[in-house]
């Protein structure tokens, strides 16, 4: 869960950056603050009322960010060409750690198809297929910004706002504008697929009694979990106001390794008691090491501050838990 409050801080983040480009006040703490908390406000309320109004918000907010963001990555391969896309060298080659972060957090969240599994026809046949192409039509929108932005803008890394800046080059500043309204949608839009997504994991961790019952408590009217709504959207607004960008990237980009990591380890430990997979994949505990050995490299190399917090952040998830067991076993064992 730690990841996944980073993820909402963060995205709110870039949010309010864009915004800022529209209204300059934006950018300064407390009417971002101000913003953040608003924003937050609103998402809450809409999903505490009922799933079906958070999904179509969450839906009609991601078809309005892909067809600006498509047309940006086709008018940039069309009007740059590839003859001008930049071959020097990388100006910080100690930055790499930093850029692998900032590539690892754009690419991450594949896995949350896997949580509406058990509402899927057919799984089996449907999440691998929903989860590589999903990934690799992320990864290609993201490659044709880049060229676009490489192929149109003398110093990529100079510019603040990239894709404002390419839509700028190719309309003037009509084009920066809509650019900068539809990052701004796009965000809103991961926004609120976040807060109707994470909740549910807390509300499922309740039910398994690894955090307290009242997570999986549902609302008597709406019928939504709303206490972990609730907790969730507080607790990612409390990241957000009081976080810095660079900070939040590492904490989510550990969490979620950490958690991949341990998905690997599971895999070579099922593996070795329950068989082969239904689907066996040559190779595949050769590639679970390895992807755990990549996992160890990126904790390795991200800040002592951000590893350390995160720990104390799994220490303190593990206390509760310990806590909610224990209460469970001795409301089991009274008398009744």
Sequence with gaps: MVSRFASYALIAFVMLDYAASLWPVLGERWPKAIAMTLFTLVLTAINVRGVTRGAWVGNLLTIAKMLPLALIALAGLWFAGWNDIPATDPKQPGGLTDGLLLALFACFGFEVAAIVAGEMRNPKRDLAISILAGLGISCALYLLLMLASFGVLPDTAASPLPLVDVAKAFVGPAGGTLMSATAVVSCAGGLAVAILVSPRNMFALGESGDLPPAFAAVHPRWRTPHVAIIVYAAVSWLLAVTGTFEYLVKIFVISRILAYGSTSVALIVLRRRAGPAPVPIRGGQWIAVASLLFCAGIVL????????????????????????????RNKAAAPT
């Design 301 to 328: 190399t991200t800040s002592w501050t951000a590893a350390r917090d995160v720990a104390i952040a799994l220490a303190v998830g593990l206390v509760i838990r310990a806590a909610t067991h224990y209460g469970a």
